[in-house]
């Protein structure tokens, strides 16, 4: 069965962007040479989840598509017209299209996020590990790691990793 991982910077105080969705704060930790292992995490999934919203932000971005060779998917409840990027619409529930997609062979899966599809996913029991890149900020408001009403659910810490910048890196399995 193939895992989905969520793989996620979040502030002290569990947002994932501004209310306005920026995330310039997330420049406070960059370091040149230090990925925090996402190059390595990268290289280990074959596929991406994203919410409508997080993906209109990976777009608004500029630049080209930075997940080119991966299966790339999109969820949203309205249908989206034609796009020029490698990605696949979704507006199929997507607690059973993540089900599907599990029981079906292939690599790991990345839960990009963002805090909607989080807890979408996480209340179905969908999310398999957390790797969280906690950032040395309170924003205060903000968009939520999980959004809505996540279900009270427990984990298991089996990493954890702490860097000179501040960002403390911990991964968590479903119990
Ligand atoms: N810090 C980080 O590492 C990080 C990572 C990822 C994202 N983010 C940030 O998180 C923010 C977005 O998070 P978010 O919670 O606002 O939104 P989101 O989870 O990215 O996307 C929400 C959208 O998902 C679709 N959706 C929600 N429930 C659905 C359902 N039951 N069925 C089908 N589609 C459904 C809807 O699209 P429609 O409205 O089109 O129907 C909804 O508007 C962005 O600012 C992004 O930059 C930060």
């Given at each position: 069965?193939?895992?989905?991982?969520l793989y996620i910077a979040?502030?002290?105080?569990?947002?994932?962007?501004?209310?306005?969705?920026?995330?310039?704060?997330?420049s406070s930790v960059e370091k040149e040479n230090e990925d925090y292992g996402y190059g390595e995490f990268l290289d280990s999934v074959d596929t991406t989840l994203m919410g409508r919203k997080t993906y209109d932000d990976v777009r608004g971005f500029g630049g080209p598509f930075p997940y080119p060779g991966l299966n790339n998917y999109?969820?949203?409840?309205?249908?989206?017209?034609?796009d020029s990027n490698p990605v696949q619409h979704v507006t199929e529930n997507p607690a059973a299209f993540v089900k599907g997609l599990k029981s079906q062979p292939g690599g790991n899966i990345w839960l990009i996020g963002g805090g909607q599809l989080n807890t979408l996913l996480l209340n179905a029991g969908l999310i398999d590990e957390m790797i969280l890149s906690?950032?040395?900020i309170v924003l205060g408001e903000g968009i939520p790691l999980f959004g809505g009403h996540p279900k009270e659910t427990k984990w298991r810490l089996t990493k954890h990793e702490v860097f000179d910048t501040g960002l403390v890196q911990v991964r968590y399995v479903a119990e």
């Open positions: 069965m193939r895992n989905v991982l979040a502030s002290i105080d569990g947002y994932i962007a501004r209310t306005d969705g920026g995330i310039d704060w997330l999109v969820f949203s409840r309205q249908e989206q017209g034609p906690i950032i040395p």
